[in-house]
């Protein structure tokens, strides 16, 4: 059962579109945007505990960040090629978050929300 989706990103180089899918338990399909071909389809072992209100490929698009939504506020980071988490890690706050992005000369990233930048 979908119920739509709740986030979307486009790779720098525009080669890469993911859509973030709400489902009991949500996931990520990327696509080609010219042939809108499936490439992958990212899905966390476990539940996350919200839908994924986010995300943004990093500058060199190996890696793609996703933020769930509340109660767990949870950032993870995708080595989407090999479609395996490399890192997670929840952020402590209890107002929502809804903006990630990559600074495309570096790794940096930034997420904000109602309280402010992380």
């Known amino acids: 059962d979908t119920r739509g989706i709740s986030a979307v990103a486009l790779s720098r180089d525009g080669r890469v579109l993911a859509l973030a899918q709400r ?64 890192s997670k890690v929840q952020i402590p706050t209890q107002a929502p978050l809804h903006t990630l992005v990559f600074d495309p000369q570096s790794s940096v990233l930034g997420a904000a929300g109602d309280s402010g930048l992380y």
């Not at 990327?30 to 992958?40: A, D, G, I, V």
């Not at 500058?59 to 109660?71: N, R």
């Open 23 to 86: 489902k009991d338990r949500p996931f990520i399909a990327l696509w080609e945007p010219k042939s809108f071909r499936k490439r992958k389809v990212l899905q966390p072992d476990e539940p996350v505990g919200g839908d994924v209100v986010a995300m943004a490929f990093s500058g060199e698009t190996d890696i793609l960040a996703t933020l769930s939504d509340e109660p767990t506020h949870e950032l993870t980071l995708w080595n989407w090629v090999k479609g395996k988490v490399a």
